[in-house]
């Protein structure tokens, strides 16, 4: 099977013709992102729409629509876009905690049923306790976890179809549900289910109600042993990662390089990474080495969070590192560059390709 | 300021359905039914044809045999350019800061083309599929805190902090605000005719939606509500033929079979809601409410079909008198759906507007002799 390809949706207002024009001010835009008087709040059809057409184009198989509180709500995002692009799909990240699982399924097969098959789940249990309380969630971490088990129990029963849904567990309780809009999910009866996080409770979730694992990219020699795990268990592993590719090695570590903050830059963005109680976060701000491998960087992470590992490199150096993460059993990937939009433009046209020609020789 | 006109939104396929019986509430209920199925093609017909009629907002309705109408209001907001939607959610089946920044994000999406229809339940039983197991008046008493905090979001001046019975916030911020030319939060209608529904309505709403009945009946209830800031709004149906008597037999060609009628019934008589009991209670005494308002479809349609029935200037009348007791907005349906909200656009809206306009209620009956 062909390696599958995501990419992260930009944020509202970074696609656009007066939008941040080098790497280094689209980069500048997603970190102030979260700051007072960011555009990103902002819905953004237009910019969205011509990324999308863009990715299609590229060879992308979905966006990844985030959830914070930061942003437009994704599920609707999704609805939206599905509705001005034609063939893209969409993973609209939601937290299980903050509606009802009866009515998490009503909105999204309604929204599978204006776009049939194009709709995928990335279910995160929770944020940072400050974030989740915001939102009404006063649980802790693992609770957080046994929640969304049973929220995705619940959504499994009325996706399954197979009459009405009774539940009586710890944190839901749904007597004789029904709904009748169905799921439309192509060839299968559930949609793909994403399930993020470092966190053994993350994995455990995965395993038992996912479709695929989504992480951040770490060197092969690391995910190996988790990789194969997961694999024997029968649900696929996805990595999250930045990429940097341009045609010559010394070319893209040039535009990693100009990433960085200068002086107290990142001050701001690092505090929010500490303040986070999820596990990725913690394992990122510990980190300290810049180059995990000859290519995979890590020298945004201590500043900018877990998911700004990147991969660095030329067309063949990036075509070929996708390729290792294939041996070991990894089958897809959600990416994002700077800018966005230029970065899938080059990655369509020069590692896409490359790819594909491995593969159809292996 | 001139009478507003919205529409309540086709279920999936009434759009195309050839009979009003297709419609009734027992069909549109069944698993089978093409009610749950988003229809596209219907409602951007319905929607192209509902801007050119002069209709303000199309109510989208919200049940567990539908699909969810915050997800069907951004994508038809896709391809529509002046409509509104008048989305209806119940208050109990998320966070409200969930619910707000849903609420904003279609608002953005959609140039603020959007205003809400609150409605705290529904019968007991579904409630309870939805997984809200408590009762009549603690839904109200719920919906009022989850209202509370919305307005605490859209008010935006800092952090929302909020501790209730039912909800609890802490230090809330979206980012993500309500985008409208004119507004910061949305028009909210809230529906029922319960004491509590009132109430609600007067303490977080911008309009209070009930049921028509007589201009005689509502007017002491529209006083009460004008004095406090909000406005009213009635749901109705209408039949509107160029004589009395089409328009009286194409009234009585909905009556539906009996079995329908039957079954209409059980599900109107196990609603612990006040708004069907007091319907229901109507069609069976009386029948007709005045000489144009008719509440014998009620048993078959559901409570919101009671219809006003009559010529074009029978009923441009009949909206002038609504006006005349201070009613401002009404959520319209009728049968063949798509029709009768043109023939409404061509013959009624126009009559309405020129008595707006300075001639006045008199205008009309002169105009009818």
Avoid at chain 1, 32 to 51: K, N, Y
Avoid at chain 1, 218 to 245: F, H, Q, W, Y
Avoid at chain 2, 97 to 102: E, I, K, P
Avoid at chain 2, 309 to 332: N, S
Wanted: hydrophobic share 40%.
């Amino acid at each position: 099977m062909n390696l599958r390809f995501h990419w992260m949706l930009p944020k509202a207002g970074e696609v656009s013709l007066n939008g941040p024009q080098t790497p280094r001010e689209a980069s500048l835009y997603r970190l102030a992102s979260t700051r007072d008087g960011s555009p990103a709040p902002r819905p953004d059809v237009a910019g969205w729409t011509h990324f999308g057409k863009s990715a299609e184009v590229a060879g992308i198989d979905s966006l990844l629509v985030s959830f914070s509180r930061y942003e437009p709500d994704p599920i609707l995002v999704s609805a939206a876009l599905g509705q001005t692009t034609t063939k893209l799909k969409f993973i609209a990240a939601y937290r299980s905690g903050l509606m009802k699982p009866t009515t998490f399924v009503q909105q999204i097969n309604t929204v599978s049923a204006f776009m049939p098959g194009r709709l995928a789940l990335n279910i995160v249990a929770g944020s940072s306790t400050a974030e989740q309380r915001g939102y009404g969630d006063y649980l802790a971490h693992d609770e957080r976890y046994a929640r969304a088990e049973e929220f995705l129990e619940v959504c499994h029963s009325f996706w399954r179809e197979n009459g009405d849904v009774n539940f009586d567990g710890k944190y839901y309780r749904v007597e004789q549900g029904k709904l009748h809009t169905p799921l439309f999910a192509g060839a299968s009866q559930i949609p793909e289910i994403y399930i993020s996080g470092h966190s053994e409770q993350a994995e455990q979730l995965a395993l038992s109600k996912g479709t695929c694992l989504l992480r951040v990219a770490d060197t092969v020699e690391n995910l190996k042993p988790a990789v194969a795990r997961v694999r024997e268990r029968g649900i696929e592993v996805c990595l999250r990662m930045c990429v940097i590719s341009r045609p010559s090695r010394a070319e893209a570590i040039e535009v990693a390089e100009s990433l960085l903050p200068q002086d107290d830059m990142g001050q701001y963005e690092r505090s929010v990474a500490v303040k986070n109680d999820s596990q990725m976060y913690r394992e990122a701000s510990e980190a300290e080495a810049k180059w995990l491998s000859p290519l995979l960087w890590k020298g945004f992470v201590r500043y900018y969070g877990p998911v700004w590992t990147t991969l660095v490199g030329s067309f063949d150096d990036v075509a070929d590192a996708l390729l290792e993460y294939k041996e070991i059993g990894v089958t897809q990937f959600i990416m994002s560059g700077w800018p966005e939009l230029d970065e899938v433009r080059t990655f369509g046209s020069e590692v896409v390709p490359r790819v594909r020609r491995a593969e159809t020789r292996l | 300021m001139s009478l507003r006109f919205h529409w309540m939104l086709p279920k999936g396929g009434e759009v195309g359905m050839k009979t009003a019986q297709e419609t009734s509430r027992v069909l549109t209920t069944k698993s089978t039914s093409k009610a749950s199925l988003p229809d596209m093609e219907g409602w951007l017909r319905f929607s192209h044809c509902a801007e050119d009629a002069g209709i303000e907002s199309v109510l989208m309705s919200f049940s567990r045999y539908e699909p969810d109408t915050l997800v069907i209001a951004s994508a038809l907001g896709q391809l529509t350019k002046k409509l509104k939607f008048i989305v209806a959610y119940r208050t109990g089946f998320m966070q409200p800061a969930t619910f707000v920044q849903q609420v904003n994000t279609l608002s953005g999406l959609i140039d603020g083309r959007v205003a809400l229809n609150i409605v705290a339940g529904s019968s007991t039983a579904e409630q309870r599929g939805y997984g809200d197991f408590l009762d009549h008046d603690e839904r109200y008493a719920r919906a009022d805190e989850f209202l509370e905090i919305c307005h605490a979001f859209w008010r935006n001046n800092g952090e929302v902090i909020f501790k209730g019975d039912y909800f609890q916030v802490e230090s809330g911020q979206l980012s993500t605000p309500f985008m409208a030319p004119d507004r910061n939060a949305p028009e909210i209608y809230v529906s029922g005719h319960s004491m509590q529904a009132e109430r609600l309505a007067q303490r977080q709403g911008s309009c209070w939606l009930r049921l028509i009945d007589t201009p005689e009946n509502l007017e002491p209830l529209v006083m009460r509500h004008r004095q406090n800031g909000i406005e009213m709004c009635l749901r109705l149906c209408v039949i509107c033929r160029p004589t009395r008597d089409e328009a009286w037999s194409a009234a009585r060609a909905l009556l539906p079979d009996d079995d329908t009628e039957k079954q209409e019934r059980k599900i109107l008589n196990s609603s612990d809601s006040q708004t069907l009991k007091q319907a229901l209670a109507k069609a069976d005494e009386v029948g007709w409410l005045n000489e144009n308002l008719w509440a014998g479809l009620v048993p078959f349609y559901g409570s919101s079909a009671i219809t006003l029935v009559g010529t074009p200037v029978e009923l441009a009348r009949a909206f002038l008198e609504y006006k005349a007791v201070g009613i401002t907005q009404f959520i319209i349906s009728g049968w063949p759906k798509l029709e009768e909200m043109v023939i409404f656009g061509r013959e009624v809206i126009p009559l309405v507007r020129s008595a707006e306009r300075g001639a006045g209620v008199r205008f009309l009956k002169h105009y009818e002799i």
